[in-house]
């Protein structure tokens, strides 16, 4: 089904193509996000948006070491003010409910919350209290994730997540959040894009703390998946009505020829990028293919830790955003083969919508026991300006539009999924790319603070409320 996402796109919207933008987001009359009982929401990361990193008892974390290091972040920019959330909080809950949104990923910053010794920060803990009180006094629904990159610079300083302690630590954390925080979060997920975390952190480097080698990083992902398997009981205790889950990004592989080495070169880039992560989970196992990609990175696996891991999981959020196309590089591996003439991001990654149906409905082959899944992040950045107080994201509409529609195909092809997050609800630190990429819905002049909502944010706004006037 080659680019049918597209299509669908470019049929029902010649408006955007002619440039006006007028009522270009509304779906098609029989499209499943008409149903009231899809949730559709924004997502954000506690580093990326909140600031006041030496505030209220908040100790460093692994991104606050590693952007300090010169040449590690764009610009040298660091999270220490970002969107200054941790103080504007209020205008933001107000921002998001007046778009209508229905839902809000947020995530918890351990190191604000609890000390080197596991005693609770109790000004930590009341921020992230009143936060979600807010929320649901709104009627939003919350998922809060429990790690997204911002691990305590104690614990790296111990081996980090190279340190099977670190996941004794995280239970402790989870245990700790679900006590204080039980009946304000909707969903928990333990865990954000984990392939980030080990391959980005410890096997290329390019995230904290910076590491580079692949043994590390597949001991570094079995201990956060063995991370994620200890704090789903915990959870699932102090918690029950919730709903718990772990987020993974998955990333679509395309052969660049028919040849049978340029075929197996792109199965080899989603073995590592999706079933590295989801069979341990799905299936209790490392799948085997892994070994040959990385010749000798097998993890220490200790007796119980894949039944431990392969824990029943409530939903699966699901992360996409691009495509990789791929060539044998003549060995055992791949290597990337950048198309020409295609449509990219602002990060230069290009925009392929029909990945995100494909992988989903491979997903329904591939795994029998696939929980219900969100799709807990999707969306692009650009470069976008502020002229005469509005922000005409095009780019970014059209970019939604499409893949929305691959996720209503993914649906009627059988795929249980239940939501969408917009990614993000507000530009913000972008990790190593500091604040030059900008993918939020809203825009944030950093000099100022200032907010402006972009014509995305409306136009979604502006379904929402004829979704709601329907039912
Ligand atoms: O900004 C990140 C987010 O923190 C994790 N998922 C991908 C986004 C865009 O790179």
């Known amino acids: 089904m080659a680019n049918d996402a597209s299509a669908v796109f470019d049929t029902l919207s010649p408006a955007v193509s002619r440039g006006s933008l007028a009522d270009s987001f509304t779906p098609p009359a029989d499209s499943t996000l008409w149903r009231k009982n899809f949730l559709l929401g924004a997502a954000t990361a506690s580093y990326q948006i909140e600031g006041a990193v030496n505030e209220d008892g908040r100790l460093p974390s692994i991104w606050d070491t590693f952007s300090a290091i010169p040449g590690k972040v764009l610009a040298g920019d660091t999270g220490a003010v970002a969107c200054d959330h941790y103080h504007r909080w209020e205008a933001d809950v107000e921002m998001l409910a007046s778009l209508g949104l229905e839902g809000y990923r947020l995530s918890i910053a351990w190191p604000r919350v609890m000390d080197a010794a596991g005693v609770p920060n109790r000004k930590g803990l009341d921020f992230y209290k009143r936060l979600l009180n807010r929320l649901k006094e709104k ?80 001991q570094a992902m079995h201990h956060l998946l063995l991370a994620h398997g200890l704090a789903m009981p915990v959870l699932r205790a102090n918690d029950p009505a919730s709903e718990k889950g772990i987020v993974a990004n998955i990333g679509r592989g395309t052969p660049n020829s028919d040849s049978a080495a340029d075929q197996r070169a792109a199965h080899l880039f989603e073995v590592q990028h999706n079933a590295w992560i989801l069979d341990p989970l799905l299936k209790g196992s ?58 990219r991001t602002q990060m230069g990654w290009e925009v392929y919508p029909d990945g995100l149906r ?98 995305s944010a409306e136009l979604v706004a502006k379904f929402l409320k004829e979704r709601k006037a329907r039912a």
């Open 286 to 343: 490392y799948p085997q293919d892994l070994f040959e990609l990385w010749p000798g990175t097998e993890p220490l696996v200790l007796d119980g830790d894949m039944q431990t891991i392969s824990a029943r999981l409530d939903f699966l959020g699901i992360n996409y955003y691009f495509r990789t196309n791929v060539a044998s590089d003549g060995a055992h591996g791949f290597r990337d083969v950048p198309l020409e003439g295609v449509e």
């Open 358 to 455: 494909d992988l989903l409905t491979g997903f329904k082959k591939t795994y029998h026991n696939l929980p219900p899944i969100y799709i807990t992040e999707n969306g692009m950045a650009s470069d976008d300006q502020v002229t005469d107080g509005h922000v005409e994201d095009t780019q970014r509409i059209s970019f939604l539009k499409r893949h929305l529609a691959a996720v209503d195909q993914a649906i009627k092809a059988g795929v249980d999924i239940r939501g969408y997050f917009l990614w993000s609800l507000m530009d913000n630190f972008e990790w190593a790319f500091g604040y030059e990429r900008r993918f939020g819905v809203v825009h944030v002049d950093y000099s100022t603070q200032k907010r402006t909502i972009k014509r």
């Open 139 to 218: 009627g939003i629904t919350t998922f809060v994730t429990l790690y997204h990159w911002d691990l305590p610079q104690h614990l790296e300083d111990r081996g980090g997540w190279l340190n099977r302690d670190t996941a004794y630590r995280f239970a402790d954390y989870a245990d700790l959040m679900s006590r204080e925080l039980a009946g304000t979060v909707d969903a928990w997920a333990t865990l954000n894009e984990p392939w980030c975390s080990a391959y980005l952190g410890y096997g290329n480097g390019h995230h904290a703390p910076g590491l580079a080698n692949d043994r590390f990083a597949t």
